[in-house]
């Protein structure tokens, strides 16, 4: 079994320029893994897994909706810029990450396009900030100087503390006494109860599993912050969609159709596929977490990506400096003209 990647302790500092080196490693040629092969066009799709969890391509897979393609598991990895970062850089075919990476990596000039939404926020999937039961913390305030351990930096869980954290009156200098740790998910219920952190981001099952076992109560959730939205997107290398327009096509549709199947079949029908698809890949994983599965919680019918998907973020950034205001713009970062799922047709 390909070994797990290591998980992301980089700051925001030394991700950029992670995105720096992807930007000139793509423009150099270096990516590998887009080739067509013998004048035809990849079939099989190289990607990173999640442990215990069941991605929207592994899924859409295993119900048939890939039709001739396959997956190729190259390992797990807990971090959005890193998924990528590999995307980019032709490590991996396609990778998902928050919208706002996806705005700063092709800030750095790399070639790519999101293609559909992954995953978001609604009633049911959401990522929360929770603290333990008897925690003084009951404000924003309050977290001057606390530990907040989440997935990675410069990514969805950071950027929803960051608004919630100016929402509430705390200026920048007060902000920045707000500390940022890199947790793994599958540690981060542990890390919070033992007390190494003071404020844990979990969502999905992990926060569900967290949640029953109760002691641990929510500061807030980015659902409560911005309502429903889809927060996170596959994206594929501007080379790889020209080269391989039919597979990209397959492939981006029978996700959307996966989004659509795990919306309108029964829950208990969904997790019992889920837990039959980690079983069978043989990885070693517990399945137990499972059972706490509500959503994906992709915002729009079949993961077609709106400009509102990623304007937020590009103003975000551009308020921080991170990005130059004006330099990209919402519909310059997306396409959905790989996606031809069609409305209640699965």
Known sequence: MPAALTPPTTSRRQFLTLLGISAAAV?????????GGAGGQVKTLKYQGAVGQVTLPELAADLGYLKDLKLEWTGNTISGPQDIQSAATGQIHFGGAFNGAIVKLASAKAPIKAVISYYGSDRQAYSGYYVLEDSPIRSARDLIGKKVGMNTLGAHAQALLEIYLARNG?????AAKVESLVVPP??????????QIQVGVLGGVLRDKALAAGGIRPLFTDFELL????????????????DNPDTARTFVTGVAQAIEWSRTTP??????RMTEIVTQRGRNEDTAVLKYWRSYGVAETGGRIEDKAFQLWLDWLGDRGEVKKGQLTASGLYTNEFNAHTPGKG
């Not at 309502?227 to 020209?242: H, I, N």
Request: net charge positive; proline share 0%; with cysteine.
């Open 27 to 35: 423009s150099c040629g270096t990516a590998t893994a887009t080739g």
């Open 186 to 195: 599958v540690n981060t219920e542990q890390a919070l109860r033992q007390g």
């Open 267 to 272: 829950q208990d029908q969904v997790i019992a």
């Open 170 to 174: 705390l200026s920048k200098s007060e």
């Open 227 to 242: 309502g429903a939205f889809s927060a996170g997107s596959y994206v594929m290398t501007q080379r790889f969609l020209k």
